[in-house]
């Protein structure tokens, strides 16, 4: 029996069943459109909920759809109170809905524009954790339980569609070449110790998780599979409000969290502090065969790591109302850590003449911080959804690592005695990083369309001064080995036009758009006053299509197109072979070109009464794809090379499906599962040949909530066989959990598990083109943890302002005074007034605001 596969079919089966069961409900429905009080424009992505009067319980809450439309059906006869409410715009509550077995249409739910400061909108309701649109999906971090106490890399392996490889690199659907943004921007937080980053910034300093699989014009083109964005947190809440947690778990983790706002209707202001520390504990194993000029010799090694992080992380900003419709805001997010990792290891060589072993003791101490500040300036004009947006957005970053290297050899070749010495070798890595972004987007809504552009211009520096001192034997001293070290500058300047223009013919959508990027890169490697320069300029232009038809007031159906690029960086292309390790050399190329990816998606999204579909079928064609390559080092038949190189094409083409059931208001659902086919179109004379393989990847979040305190998670998730350039990567698995119960209204503790059964280790299988080198290995990334987290809320967000909740009832008890007919069930909808914006983000309007 294939115990993977029932794992999986293990963690499918609810979703279907429960699926089952929701259909079989029965009872009333509420349905209507949420529009624009001024000009009738769909509100899409807004929340509405229904409340039992007779208890004041919620019954159910869901998100409009493209369109504006909602349907909320399975409602049992009584009184209910309906909420709807978005961001920007007055809530709207109808206090006297009454269901009695039929369907009842609201017609058009009308919503005015909010005046100047939000004030503060209460909806019992529960936040969803996942808000779907046709380009985006925007994730909830506060839902994740699994997640609590832990890093912004715990959280983004429990994100639908993302993985985390064994280094901690991301992936989306299967491919590594994505866009890692901070706040919508680029930033040296995505730098080139992105995995370290991530591994330092607390999940609690995260709001939103967005994830973009095939992005528009207007948006970077940088990305073969998408964009991830990464939004931070910052103040939504009138009045003073904060909130605090400590953390505490196994493999000596600790963290805290504080957060402190105050908003007025002139100025809102808040920080953010988060301090982590922790250890990730993993370990790996290596067999491999090699066939050199001396025969075959077998290597198997065996190493164990620790990896110690330190982190302080601030995110503090103000924003400044100028007037009604104008704001200036001053951000900043401050990184500062220390991590220190300790390697053991061990090696066996054999050969026809001759018996090694190599025993490695390492020591890794580094420091580093991060620096990331933004002005943005934002202007609402009187036409509804216009807008002037810019930002300049300045970050560095400064990583400084020493590596204590400490290798212990003895060999033996046949018939001589055993021999041996110690290796004693220092490295010392220095690295800085700066970053400009200049930006500029408009926004114009037309009749019926909507046309935007923009412009942004990104300038990037990295160096990395890289030296290493060795024990010199004779004279008893450690010594510069300048051959060893090199310094590695790279320069970016990338400059971008965008337009993209939307036109609705009915049901029917048409968004086409241009970016036009015209990009400079130069790279210089200076090794023992050897000045090497290589330089890259090429101007490309990237549109985008996006078809949309409304099939329904819930069906929606959309195919699109882009171009998008991934630009080779740091050492993929520093040509310096870097021998630090005696076993395992690396080396750039420096003649890299930039992958040029044709990206097209057929998206379909529909919304039952408690279940909602987004399914794709996607495919990339990628030309001069870039590949790591292993092989054997000249003529040795023991010291590995990696390094990189672009390979004819590449093809990647599958279909995935995220389903959101909530059956009940006890226990939700979330799925997603995304089956691939990827092929590579290798080179021989690069000893890569071609191959290709379908694969799969799935994931099952279940939330329940037995009573109104206590809440439970599970999620487990499971990544099958795939191919590589030279081999294939087997599958792995793993299972988390976590739960929650409110101690009171403002304090509650919670606790997770991740790798409950120790089950996530990478493996894989490599065979080099020329046949010299065969290796499988298997690595973890870290072990199991279980974490324990206790927060408190403090401010008028606990109990509320009462003087704010009565001005803000009065303003909606004037709304519908002004639309009394517009909550009377008689009436019919309004389908007329400008076209859905498939592209438009959907924002967070549960919870309080």
């Given amino acids: ?59 159910r809450s869901t998100q409009t759809a493209l369109g504006g439309g909602f349907n909320i059906t399975g409602v049992p006869n009584g009184t209910y109170i309906f909420r709807a409410s978005f961001v920007g715009y007055i809530s709207f509550s109808n206090d006297n809905v009454l269901i009695s077995g039929a369907a009842i249409n609201l017609g058009a739910v009308k919503l005015t524009t909010a005046k100047g400061v939000l004030k503060e909108v209460q909806v019992t309701a529960q936040r969803s954790q996942i808000q779907l649109s046709t ?43 994505v866009r890692i943004l901070i706040n919508g921007k680029p930033s040296a937080l995505t730098g080139a110790n992105l995995a370290d980053i991530l591994q330092s910034i607390p999940a609690s300093s995260i709001e939103n998780i967005e994830v973009i699989t095939n992005p528009s014009s207007k948006y970077d083109a940088e990305g073969q599979s998408g964009i991830i964005n990464i939004v931070l947190k910052r103040n939504a809440q009138v009045g003073f409000n904060g909130s605090a947690s400590v953390t505490a778990g196994t493999q000596h983790t600790y963290n805290t969290s504080l957060n402190l706002a105050y908003q007025t209707k002139a100025v809102n202001l808040y920080t953010n502090y988060s301090f982590r520390k922790g250890t990730r504990i993993g370990n790996g194993t290596s067999h491999t065969i090699t066939n050199g000029s001396t025969g075959t010799i077998t290597q ?37 850590r220390t991590n220190d990792r300790l390697q053991n290891g061990f090696t066996n060589l054999a050969g026809p003449t001759i018996l090694e072993t190599i025993t490695r003791n390492n020591t890794s101490n580094g420091s580093g911080h991060n620096l990331d500040f933004n002005l943005d300036f934002s202007h609402k004009y009187k036409k509804p959804q216009q807008e002037l947006t810019a930002n300049i957005g300045y970050s560095t970053s400064k990583n400084d690592n020493t590596d204590y290297l400490n290798t212990l050899y003895n060999y033996q070749f046949s018939g001589q005695l055993p021999t041996g010495y110690n290796s004693l070798q220092n490295n010392f890595n220095l690295g800085n990083q700066h970053n400009l972004n200049l930006q500029a987007d408009y926004v114009l809504p037309l009749k019926n369309s909507r046309l935007e552009m923009g412009y ?35 320069n970016e300047q990338v400059h ?47 549109p985008s299509v996006f078809l949309t038809q409304k099939l329904t007031e819930n069906q929606t159906l959309q195919l699109s197109y882009s ?45 039952f009464k408690a279940l909602t579909l987004t399914s794709s079928l996607y495919y990339r064609k990628t030309l001069d794809d870039i590949q790591r390559i292993q092989t054997l080092y000249g003529n040795s038949s023991t010291i590995t090379l990696t390094t990189f190189d672009n390979v004819t094409s590449a093809s990647n083409g599958g279909y995935e499906l995220i389903a959101k059931l909530t059956p009940s208001k006890i226990i939700d659902l979330t799925g997603n599962v995304n089956v691939y086919y990827r092929s590579i179109n290798g080179n021989a004379l690069q000893g890569i040949r071609s191959s290709s393989g379908t694969s799969f990847n799935g994931n099952l979040t ?48 919670s606790a997770n598990a991740r790798d409950i059964f120790n089950t996530r280790k990478f493996s894989n299988t490599v065979t080099s083109g020329d046949g010299r080198l065969f290796q499988t290995s298997d690595r973890r990334f870290a072990t199991r943890i279980v974490l324990f987290t206790l927060s408190y809320r403090f401010g008028q967000t606990v109990g509320g302002n009462k003087q704010q909740r009565k001005k803000q009832d009065q303003q909606r008890d004037d709304q519908q005074d002004q ?24 924002l967070n309007t549960s919870g309080k605001i």
């Fill in 819 to 842: 639309n009394p007919d517009d909550m009377n069930p008689n009436n019919g909808g309004n389908n007329g007034g400008g076209g859905s914006n498939p592209t438009a983000p959907p």
């Fill in 702 to 749: 279940a939330n329940v909530k037995p009573l109104p305190k206590l809440g439970f998670q599970i999620r487990g998730d499971y990544q099958g066989r795939q191919v590589t350039a030279q081999g294939t990567q087997n599958a792995l698995y793993g299972v988390d959990g976590g739960l929650k119960y409110d101690i009171t209204k403002t304090l509650n503790f």
């Fill in 496 to 542: 971008a036009l965008y337009t993209n223009y939307q036109h609705s013919f009915g049901n029917f959508s048409l968004q086409a758009g241009l970016r036009a990027e015209d990009a400079h890169i130069t790279t210089q490697t200076t090794v023992l006053n050897n000045v090497e320069n290589h330089n890259q300029d090429y101007f490309r232009i990237y």
């Fill in 300 to 336: 198997d090694q065996v190493a164990d790591q620790s990896f110690n992080i330190n982190s302080n992380n601030i995110r503090s900003g103000v924003d400044f109302y100028l007037d009604k419709k104008t704001t200036l805001s001053l951000t900043n997010n401050i990184n500062i």
């Fill in 563 to 607: 171009r998008r690029v991934s630009r080779p960086r740091d050492r993929q292309i520093s040509p310096f072979l870097d021998r630090s390790d005696r076993q395992n050399y690396q080396q750039g190329n420096p003649n890299l070109r930039p992958e040029d990816t044709h990206a097209f998606e057929l998206s379909y999204i529909n919304y």
């Fill in 1 to 59: 029996m294939n115990f993977k596969r029932l794992y999986f079919l293990l963690l499918a089966t609810p979703i279907l069943f429960l699926a089952t069961l929701a259909h079989a409900q029965t009872g009333g429905s509420v349905s209507g459109k949420l529009v624009d009080g001024a000009n009738g424009q769909p509100l899409e992505f807004a929340t509405v909920s229904l409340i039992n009067k007779a208890d004041n319980k919620p019954f």
């Fill in 135 to 177: 380009d985006k999906k925007v994730f909830s971090v506060d839902q994740s339980l699994v997640s609590q106490g832990g890093s912004a890399t715990d959280l983004l392996s429990n994100v639908p569609s993302v993985q985390v490889d064994v280094d901690g690199n991301i992936n989306l659907r299967g491919s590594s070449d």
């Fill in 456 to 490: 942004r211009s990104t300038f990037n520096k990295t160096d990395n001064n890289y030296t290493v001192d060795t024990l010199n034997q004779v004279a008893g001293r450690f010594v510069r080995a300048d051959t060893l070290g090199n310094l590695f500058t790279y």
